[in-house]
Structures are given as structure tokens and as C-alpha cells.
């Protein structure tokens, strides 16, 4: 069982697709770490030596992942909030911050429909 970043990497997965479990490693990143720990793109993660598995630790030492990235997201959204600019405005409300349509769509961000009731007709005379 390799345990990298305190995640419990799949065994019988190839190295660079069990490295991006792996919060803030893509697949990009992880060929490029496997190259810099010199371990075989090809081998899957049950089949790593225990020098192998201290390389990629070395290497993913010096970059920022797991809860030290997500703790830096989260400071850099509170930061928007806390001077008020659009962007923080729109995290605020739990509104698409990226310049997406809100008319339709934007559910995933807007939550689920809060349906406000039709209003009454007068009666007819």
C-alpha cells in the first residue's frame, strides 16, 4: 500500500493516473514527477519499490498539495470576500463567479429551485 500526501494510492492502477488522487496533481504533473523521481510511467502502484515510493515522496515535498492547496484556496476566496470585489461579491451569494449565465441553468452553484408562487388573478366582476 503506497500512502503519499496522506492518501492511500490505488494498487493496481498505473503510477501517473494513482498520483492525481492526489488533491492538486494532474496528469500533467504527475508524468513530470514520475520523471523527476526516476520510476517507470508503466508500473503500476503494487509493483513500486519502497525506493521508488521515497522518490515521489521527495519530489512531492517540495510542491504544495493535499490540505496545504486547499487551505491556500480557501484563504485566497475568503480574501475576495473580505475586500468586497466582484468576484468575492459573487462567492458571497453562492453565484457563478466566472461570467456564466444565471437566467437558466447555474443550478450546480445556484442549489436547487426555490419555486416563488404565481400571483392571484382579481376576480372577474
Not at 4 to 26: H, T, V
Not at 30 to 38: F, I, K, T, V, W
Not at 78 to 98: E, F, N, S, T, W
Not at 109 to 120: E, I, L, P, S
Request: glycine letters at 8%.
Amino acid at each position: 500500500m503506497a500512502r503519499i500526501a496522506g492518501i492511500d494510492l490505488p494498487r493496481n492502477k498505473r503510477g501517473p493516473f494513482a498520483l492525481q488522487y492526489i488533491y492538486g496533481i494532474g496528469r500533467t504533473k504527475a508524468y513530470e514527477l514520475l520523471e523527476n523521481a526516476q520510476v517507470d510511467i508503466n508500473k503500476k502502484v503494487n509493483d513500486w519499490s519502497d525506493e521508488d515510493i521515497t522518490n515521489i515522496r521527495a519530489v512531492i515535498a517540495d510542491m504544495k498539495v493535499e490540505g496545504q492547496l486547499r487551505s491556500e484556496v480557501q484563504m485566497d476566496i475568503k480574501r475576495l470576500m473580505d475586500i468586497a470585489c466582484y468576484r468575492g461579491l459573487r462567492h458571497r451569494k453562492g453565484l457563478p463567479v466566472r461570467g456564466q449565465n444565471t437566467q437558466t441553468n447555474a443550478r450546480t452553484r445556484k442549489g436547487k429551485r426555490k419555486t416563488v408562487a404565481g400571483k392571484k388573478k382579481a376576480p372577474k366582476k
